[in-house]
C-alpha cells in the first residue's frame, strides 16, 4: 500500500489509523489517554480503616463506598483530589 508516496505494509497504515482515532477520542472526550487508564494515587487502608464514613460524604465525585465493612475508591470515578485523605481521623486513605 502506498501512503505519501511510499511504499508500506498495510500493518503499518492500520496501527497509524488506530493511533488518530485514539488521538481525537482523547481530544473530543477532553481526557488524555493518560488519564482515562484508571491511575488511582489514593487507596484506603482496610487495616486502618474504622468505617466512620467520613470519606464517603466528603469525596464529590460519589467515587467511595462500604464494602465488607471497610471502605473502598471506584478507580474509574476517582479524581485524585485527596479530599478523603485530608477528612479521615485516621489517615486510612493513603497516596501510593
Given at each position: ?36 487508564i ?29 464494602m ?17 485523605a ?11
Amino acid at each position: 500500500m502506498t501512503f505519501y508516496g511510499k511504499v508500506y505494509d498495510k500493518r503499518v497504515i492500520d496501527a497509524l489509523f488506530f493511533c488518530a482515532i485514539l488521538k481525537f477520542e482523547n481530544f473530543y472526550f477532553g481526557r488524555p489517554y493518560s488519564e482515562r487508564i484508571y491511575k488511582m494515587t489514593y487507596i484506603i487502608t482496610a487495616d486502618e480503616c474504622i468505617a466512620c464514613g467520613a470519606c464517603e460524604a466528603e469525596c464529590p465525585e460519589g467515587a467511595i463506598s462500604e464494602m465488607n465493612g471497610t471502605y473502598v475508591i471506584d478507580a474509574a470515578k476517582c479524581q485524585d483530589c485527596g479530599a478523603c485523605a485530608d477528612v479521615c481521623p485516621v489517615g486510612a486513605p493513603k497516596k501510593i
